[in-house]
């Protein structure tokens, strides 16, 4: 993965100002994985700020077009990227199709929603990375479903090392805006925390499960 400097400081910036991140080292936040973290990021804020939408669909466009040249179909990840994903496909005049976690139990039981066949090409639209399991899984629907895959942009990643670990043995490339260093470093800068809150952060980003809280 690589990071356009002036586009993830930006990014980092623009998500801090809004509070689609928030930083609390002294309350933290419980993930739905149970995973205790001083961080939280709720990128569907970015909604609500056309400015800053407008800024994070055409980077993404960019980061599309740039990394993986032309392709046939924009996938979304349900729920928190699909709004996303529909500026992108649009912006960039293509189909696009959304995957859910889980086959819906009624109706069709389908997982992929919308039109895709056998053989097209497919970039996957995530807005936010963290161990990259879930992001992954779409990666295998997707693939099972005969489609090509060329890889996956997103608007954060935590940058864990499992996430890591997991992109290179699926072999996908993932294109992030911005990333967990740009942006504690945009926070220490900008005050929203201090050195001391930094170190934490970084602490918790090195072993996230037995990450405790300082005194």
């Not at 179909?73 to 960039?92: K, M, N, S």
Request: with cysteine; net charge neutral; proline share 3%.
């Amino acid at each position: 993965m690589k990071l356009n400097n002036d586009v993830a400081i930006t990014s980092a910036d623009l998500l801090l100002q809004i509070k689609a991140i928030k930083l609390d080292v002294r309350n933290p936040f419980t993930w739905a994985s149970g995973i205790i973290s001083p961080i939280y990021c709720d990128n569907r804020k970015t909604l609500s700020y056309p400015k800053i939408r407008t800024y994070i669909r055409q980077e993404l466009v960019k980061l599309i077009n740039e990394n993986y040249g032309p392709v046939d179909v924009i996938a979304g990840v349900a729920t928190g990227a699909i709004a996303h994903g529909v500026l992108v496909a649009q912006e960039l005049g293509l189909p696009f199709v959304y995957v859910r976690s889980l086959k819906k139990d009624h109706g069709l039981g389908n997982q992929i929603e919308g039109v895709v066949e056998s053989g097209q090409s497919v970039v996957i639209v995530e807005d936010l990375v963290s161990t990259g399991k879930s992001s992954l899984e779409v990666v295998k629907v997707l693939k099972d479903a005969g489609c090509s895959v060329k890889g996956m942009v997103a608007i954060f990643s935590y940058g864990l090392k499992e996430a890591i670990e997991n992109f290179e043995k699926a072999q996908i490339s993932l294109q992030t805006l911005t990333d967990y260093t740009t942006l504690i470093s945009k926070a220490v800068e900008d005050q929203y925390i201090n050195v001391e809150e930094m170190k934490a952060l970084l602490n918790w980003r090195e072993n996230p499960s037995a990450w405790i809280k300082p005194e």
